[in-house]
């Protein structure tokens, strides 16, 4: 099930996020003990986080039993100004009570093949022998339609017997590591956070037209069981064809 909901602002896009996560994640502590969580990196998602780590839900998110995972991560030190890692941390994993043994970070040391094969081992240890499916997973969307690590034309996108995978991307002359369509599909939950007039074409593409996802993509998460959220303000929608724009 797709749902697409618009906000005047950033703020109160952020606000939204924060109420449906702190939803979800107590929805999921009570069925099953425990709430698994990809975050993402980027601008967007920042002010959610930094919401989260304040009143009501830094007291009221059952936060013991919460585990976080990333997206994606960049190829650099965990305390570099790039790394997903350290937004995160300084947002909200720092300020509200979470243990340390549930925080489940990228860690890039050696190399990025090896980074990925770390994760994936973290990830199956996760999940064991269970259909592998998180219970919240944030992403954004860049103007070339990639979310994650998960670029235009790049192998990651067709594979199928990883969850993990190294991705150079040229551009920016860097290597990343991501998680593949096939984990993230498997999710309860996806929200994607999506802001800003420059990304008006890109998401009107993304939602509304035909399927291309070598080119776009985040068409390719399209949750197998689970339910996809677009959260978007209102200069992100202005292009979709909605019948009830502004919600």
């Known amino acids: 099930m797709t749902i697409i909901k618009t906000y005047p602002n950033l703020e109160v896009l952020s606000a939204a996020a924060a109420e449906l996560f702190a939803e979800k994640s107590c929805q999921a502590v009570e069925k099953k003990g425990r709430c698994n ?3 993402a990196g980027g601008e967007t998602p920042r002010r959610t986080y930094e919401l989260l780590a304040e009143k009501p839900y830094c007291h009221t998110i059952p936060w ?6 990333w997206s994606d991560e960049r190829c650099v030190p965990s305390d570099n100004s790039l790394s997903n890692q350290n937004m995160a941390r300084q947002s909200l ?3 509200v009570p979470i243990p340390e043994a549930n925080i489940h970070p990228i860690v890039y040391e050696n190399s990025p093949s090896m980074a990925a094969e770390e ?8 999940f064991k022998k269970h259909t592998p499916q998180f219970d919240v997973v944030f992403l954004g969307l860049g103007d070339n339609g990639h979310t994650a690590s998960l670029f235009p034309g790049t192998d990651a996108l067709i594979i199928r017997d990883h969850w993990v ?4 991307v040229a551009e920016q002359q860097l290597y990343r590591v991501t998680l593949t369509p096939p984990i993230l ?3 309860a939950s996806v929200i994607f956070l999506v802001t800003g007039s420059t990304k ?7 939602i509304e037209g035909p399927r291309e996802s070598i080119r776009l993509p985040a068409q390719s998460i399209q949750p197998v069981h689970g339910e996809l959220y677009w959260l978007l303000d209102h200069e992100a929608a202005a292009l979709l064809n909605l019948e009830t724009k502004y919600l």
Do not use: G
């Open 119 to 126: 994760y994936e081992k973290i990830l199956q240890s996760t």
């Open 200 to 206: 008006a074409h890109v998401i009107k593409e993304v």
């Open 64 to 69: 013991q039993n919460v585990h976080f995972y």
């Open 37 to 39: 969580v990809v975050l």
């Open 93 to 95: 994993l720092d300020h």
């Open 165 to 168: 995978r190294p991705v150079y």
């Open 185 to 187: 599909n498997q999710a």
